[in-house]
């Protein structure tokens, strides 16, 4: 059983050392049965000089978990949870992933980052989804791409059925195909790799190289970027909703009062 530590109320903003330049992308996780979590990226600094920027996982919960709309969050104490790794630009590891459940009962997420100037999805593994340790190797990584923003990971049928899965299918080899999409900071476009994965060593293995996450498929081929998933358990699908940023000049943007969106695609 995990146990929380609940601090006083607080909405989700900057409010905390370690995230006091801004909340990031993150993403939610169900522990179990109408029990939410979520990690985000906080930007902060250790000496308190943006001179010296890090980029943190943290995590909050919700304050009051019967209510339908989940308006109200909590940071819980043990914040950060996790700091760059040797080797990783600290202003380059962010937006992690929905969790899964491994077969060796620990949950797993993704970090997008970059080493030189080749993407990696950093994998992390829990057993109480507040103490990580980092595994070996990424689960993939592709030279050239640059900076891997927002990594998604998730399970689709391997047949033609059209309906969406949850992450629990993900271990569920031969059944399920698995997507890997990745949003690259050089070009601010989304990129996607359909493959497998095989949970004895946490790898990645594109069905077509040619087709890797970062150098293949895009989401859509206009103006889309900083997509995230979640499974619809309701109506048994998968939900996509992603950044529509402007074309429009700045000078623009600010006569018309707005500039983005975010829209929905099930």
Aim: glycine share 6%.
């Amino acid at each position: 059983m995990i146990r929380w530590h609940i601090l006083d109320e607080l909405a989700l903003v900057p409010d905390q050392w370690y995230d006091q330049y801004g909340c990031w992308s993150g993403s939610a996780t169900l522990l179990s049965k109408d029990r939410p979590a979520l990690l985000y990226t906080g930007w902060s600094n250790i000496s308190f000089s943006r001179d010296n920027q890090v980029q943190m996982q943290s995590m909050a919960i919700p304050a009051d978990p019967s209510d339908p709309l989940l308006r109200k969050w909590v940071k819980i104490p043990q914040n950060p949870l996790l700091q760059a790794p040797s080797g990783i630009n600290s202003t380059k590891f962010r937006d992690p992933t929905t969790a899964w459940m491994g077969p060796d009962a620990k949950w797993r997420i993704l970090i997008g980052s970059k080493r030189n100037h080749r993407g990696l999805a950093l994998l992390y593994k829990s057993s109480d989804f507040i103490h990580w340790e980092q595994a070996k190797h990424p689960l993939h990584s592709v030279p050239m791409t640059g900076m891997w923003e927002c990594p998604d990971f998730y399970p689709v049928p391997s047949s033609a059925d059209r309906n969406g899965l949850d992450m629990n299918s993900i271990n569920d080899a031969g059944t399920v195909k698995l997507v890997l999409k990745v949003s690259l900071d050089d070009t601010k476009h989304d990129y996607y790799a359909v493959g497998s994965f095989d949970s004895t060593n946490d790898s990645f293995v594109p069905t077509n190289a040619n087709l890797d996450a970062g150098i293949g498929l895009r989401y859509d081929y206009g103006k889309y970027y900083a997509s995230k998933t979640f499974y619809d358990s309701n109506k048994g699908r998968r939900i996509l909703f992603g950044w529509v940023n402007e074309s429009s000049s700045n000078t623009t943007d600010i006569e018309k009062g707005w500039s983005s969106v975010q829209v929905l695609n099930e």
